[in-house]
């Protein structure tokens, strides 16, 4: 009998905001819990899941850029630190609920975290361990969205799913099995706190009606923030459409991954 879900294999862009909840300090850990459990609950189906995380809630260079003669490379390193510290805190939690979890980052901290080698990720993945990407692109003056878009499009997931915190990138399983060529098609599944994408600020004006479709043009002509221009161009570039839902909704993740119809479609 067929599977009822869609995809092999994920990406899910966690970033820093979403993993602070309502708490003062940087981490909250009923919400990094609440990640593991999904991600169990998926990796149980026999879907692969890599993760990149951000790290908003502890440093964001551009903020800090200026400050104290602080060059804009110099935060943007300090940035990239930060998503290592989220990384091994998720790690930590993932295995605390048994998922056999591996952190690999963009620039070499060898003690701490294998450094990214874009086979052994794929390894991992395939022996079902969750591998963790940190350290965002290992560039100044990049995001982790970016990050995430670029890992997607290297690793030739069909789909990647990006949640406001999290993008998600997936592989479609029939195709893979059936044809065994990648189409390269992705899609972005972005979680935002809000159910998609509306054509105005819902919070300002009840009237807001949520979009089912969009184009990439409509996302960047009307600075929709969805996602950084980098991260949203290299996603229109490699096709790799991109869904806006709500992270916040239990389940949701596991919606996403297994292809039912959730938030808005961007240039699907
Ligand atoms: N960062 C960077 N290059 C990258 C990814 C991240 O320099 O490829 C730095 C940047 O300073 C950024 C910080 O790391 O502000 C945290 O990442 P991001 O803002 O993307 O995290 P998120 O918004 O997902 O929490």
């Not at 995809?7 to 979403?18: F, I, N, Q, T, Y």
């Not at 940190?134 to 069909?158: I, M, Q, V, W, Y």
């Not at 570039?237 to 039912?260: D, H, R, T, W, Y």
Request: glycine content about 8%; overall charge positive; some cysteine.
């Amino acid at each position: 009998t067929k599977p009822s879900y869609k995809w092999r294999r994920v990406l899910l862009k966690v970033s820093g905001e979403a993993l602070s909840g309502d708490q003062a300090q940087n981490i909250d850990p009923k919400v990094t819990m609440a990640i593991a459990r999904e991600v169990a609950s998926v990796t149980r189906l026999g879907i692969e899941v890599a993760i990149v995380v951000g790290g908003g809630n502890i440093f964001r260079g551009a903020s800090w850029a200026g400050c104290s003669g602080l060059e804009r490379s110099s935060a943007d390193y300090i940035g990239m630190l930060a998503t290592v510290m989220n990384a091994i805190f998720l790690q930590a939690t993932m295995e605390s609920i048994g998922i056999p979890t591996r952190v690999q980052t963009a620039f070499r901290m060898s003690e701490v975290a294998e450094p990214y080698i874009r086979r052994r990720a794929v390894r991992h993945l395939e022996k079902g361990r969750v591998v963790i990407f940190a350290a965002g692109t290992g560039n100044p003056f990049f995001t982790t969205d970016t990050a995430a878009a670029l890992r997607c499009a290297e690793s030739e997931s069909k789909y990647s799913l990006s949640l406001k915190s999290t993008m998600v990138f997936v592989r479609n399983m029939e195709d893979h099995l059936n044809s065994g060529i990648s189409v390269n098609a992705e899609v972005v599944l972005k979680a935002t706190n809000v159910d998609g994408v509306y054509d105005q600020d819902p919070k300002k004006n009840p009237e807001a009606r949520l979009l089912d479709t969009l184009s990439y043009q409509d996302v960047t002509a009307k600075d929709l923030s969805v996602m950084d221009m980098t991260a949203i161009t290299l996603c229109q570039e490699n096709n790799i459409p991109v869904v806006v839902f709500n992270l916040s909704k239990p389940g949701n993740i596991s919606k996403a991954i297994m292809g039912e119809r959730v938030g808005t479609l961007i240039g699907g």
